[in-house]
């Protein structure tokens, strides 16, 4: 079975600070799909990433970066220099090749503090 | 370019009424639709996908239904209404095109049984 674990609950920072929000898969399926969404307040859930995994090249946009780790099962993504604006809760979700179902994890909910 | 409709954006309603949340899909032919519910401190936990007007899968046995009517409308529904109804509600919709599409939300709808 499909499942996504993100153990952080809740994470807390000061603006500029680093953070790396974690997530651990399992999936029995040799191609899937693992994506990260944000969910700021307003409550509409934003899509971010999207990695098929046979792309473990580690991916950079503006602030943002993932680390995705077949070894370890993991896709973690990081955030630098992190703004207020970077608050929100985050989720890293899996999907099988081909399949409709998204499997979300239970969020990271990120503050961050000016 | 594509948008997504849901309403109405908030709702309380007594337990044991009906209930109604539509969503409506611009901007693109034949997407696939989806309802998911997030109960709070939670992850999204996905009740109904739908491939084509007519066609509905159910993830959670419950007394939830959806529908969809017409190619870009997807409809919840509930005859009577429990307490554990409540939560978040989100419509989402993804391209058939390429593999594994990402998710594309709509703004929500929280439900509050009473």
């Known amino acids: 079975a499909q499942k996504v674990t993100q153990a952080q609950t809740e994470i807390s920072v000061v603006e500029k600070e680093d953070v790396t929000l974690d997530c651990v898969y399992e999936?029995?399926?040799?191609?899937?799909?693992l994506f990260w969404y944000k969910q700021p307040p307003s409550g509409e859930l934003v899509f971010l990433i999207r990695?098929?995994?046979?792309?473990?090249q580690n991916e950079i946009s503006g602030r943002y970066s993932w680390n995705f780790q077949k070894s370890t099962s993991s896709f973690n993504f990081t955030i630098t220099a992190s703004q207020v604006v970077d608050s929100a809760v985050y989720f890293c979700?899996?999907?099988?090749?081909?399949?409709?179902?998204?499997?979300f994890g239970a969020g990271t909910r990120l503050f961050v503090k000016a | 370019s594509q948008t997504i409709h849901q309403w109405p954006a908030t709702l309380v309603q007594p337990v044991g009424s009906p209930l109604s949340l539509e969503c409506t899909v611009e901007?693109?032919?034949?997407?696939?639709l989806y309802w998911y519910r997030q109960a709070a401190g939670r992850g999204l936990q996905l009740l109904f996908y739908?491939?084509?007007?007519?066609?509905i899968s159910s993830e959670v046995p419950q007394n939830l239904s959806a529908s969809r009517p017409q190619d870009r409308q997807f409809i919840l529904s509930s005859k009577k209404l429990l307490l554990s109804d409540s939560g978040f509600y989100l419509c989402?919709?993804?391209?058939?095109?390429?593999?594994?599409?990402?998710?594309?939300f709509g703004n929500g709808t929280r439900l509050t049984v009473t």
């Open positions: 901007g693109t032919s034949n997407p696939n």
């Open positions: 999936t029995r399926d040799t191609t899937y799909y």
């Open positions: 739908s491939v084509g007007i007519g066609q």
């Open positions: 989402a919709w993804s391209s058939r095109q390429g593999n594994n599409s990402p998710l594309h």
């Open positions: 979700a899996l999907s099988e090749a081909g399949g409709f179902k998204t499997i």
């Open positions: 990695r098929n995994s046979f792309d473990e």
